[in-house]
């Protein structure tokens, strides 16, 4: 059975955190989406991105730092965020 993340595995699953960002950045290469232009797929991997932003390891990453404030800026972006997150707000 797998371990569950912990303070004694942390340096392990950062380091699979690392990896996984590294082929990701090499499918983006040079591009500004990961296909020809910006797809649903460049919303759910933005919006996945923004789940490190409580951390610096996007910094080792600048393509892909980058590539989320692009599509964080993007107007399609902005409108899904607010939809997502609209459902946690309290009504008053």
């Known amino acids: 059975m797998p371990r569950k993340p912990g303070p004694g595995n942390a340096a392990q699953v950062e380091d699979q955190v690392r990896d996984r960002l590294s082929l990701l950045q090499d499918v983006l290469g040079d591009k500004d989406y990961l296909e020809s232009r910006f797809t649903v797929g460049d919303l759910m991997m933005s919006d996945v991105l923004r789940i490190l ?18 599509c964080g800026a993007r107007p399609a972006f902005q409108r899904a965020l607010k939809g997502q997150l609209e459902g946690f707000r309290e009504v008053a």
Do not use: I, S
């Open 53 to 70: 932003q409580h951390t610096d390891l996007l910094e080792d990453f600048p393509a892909l730092n980058a590539y989320k404030k692009r």
